[in-house]
């Protein structure tokens, strides 16, 4: 059974860095799909912030682009977010998911963790 | 970008009725692309539907998907108490992939 967790930081302050890890158990991120991040805040819809595949070609959100990072560690099976200069509008619920082979649809998906920008 | 839009923003119903809730896409999109999702309070989204009428595994079904172009609907023939939740669909068409508003389904 696939699963995803992610951790990180539930706080961060205004003008800081939003890091968060997702660990994959249940099948390599070495596999023939691409990983992705996507966040909710409190309330409102679902966006998708950006993908990476195994080889570490990612692909991000053009609205969030010249902000966010992400990357991968094959030798501990996870993928990682890095969100700079970040503000209230970014307080939200962070998914890490896997696309389906095809890159058509989110099959797996983590539990979510809240991250909160304040002071 | 392509803009997908669900109606209505809420449908109010009772157990065993049925449930039909729209997604229009911006621009056509191949039906292999369009996906519908599930999500209850403080969970995360549930894959229901891919390929716009293909179930995910362990869909029950009464979910159902139908639709080409840029109309798509899902369908749940008889609500159970379980279903009442949020739906949202989503597109891989064309990048970045995007996900509708959501509806909400309310127990009436």
């Known amino acids: 059974q ?11 302050k205004p003008s800081g860095t939003l890091s ?6 249940g099948a390599s991120i070495s596999s023939s799909n691409w990983w992705s991040w996507v966040r909710q805040p ?3 819809g679902l966006e998708w912030i950006g993908e990476i595949y195994h080889s570490g070609s990612p692909n991000y959100n053009p609205s969030l682009k010249s902000r966010v ?7 501990k099976n996870q993928f990682s977010l ?6 209230a509008a970014d307080t939200a619920v962070y998914y890490c998911a896997r696309l389906s082979g ?7 998906w983590g539990q979510g963790t809240l991250v909160t920008v304040s002071s | 970008e392509i803009v997908l839009t ?3 923003g809420t449908l109010s119903l009772s157990p065993g009725e049925r449930a039909t809730l729209s997604c229009r896409a911006s621009q056509s999109l191949s039906s292999n692309y369009l996906a519908w999702y599930q999500q209850k309070p403080g969970q995360a989204p549930r894959l229901l539907i891919y390929g716009a009428s293909s179930r995910a595994t362990g869909i029950s079904d009464r979910f159902s998907g139908s639709g080409s172009g840029t109309d798509f609907t899902l369908t749940i023939s008889r609500l159970e108490p379980e279903d009442f939740a949020v739906y949202y669909c989503q597109q891989y068409g064309g990048s970045p992939p995007t996900f509708g508003q959501g509806t909400k389904l309310e127990i009436k």
């Open chain 1, 2 to 12: 696939v699963q995803l967790q992610e951790s990180g930081p539930g706080l961060v």
């Open chain 1, 20 to 25: 968060l890890t997702c660990a994959v158990s």
């Open chain 1, 42 to 44: 409190p309330g409102k």
């Open chain 1, 69 to 75: 990072t992400i990357s991968v560690d094959k030798s």
């Open chain 1, 82 to 87: 890095n969100l700079t200069s970040v503000t």
């Open chain 1, 102 to 108: 095809g890159r058509l649809h989110f099959d797996y």
């Open chain 2, 6 to 8: 669900q109606s209505p």
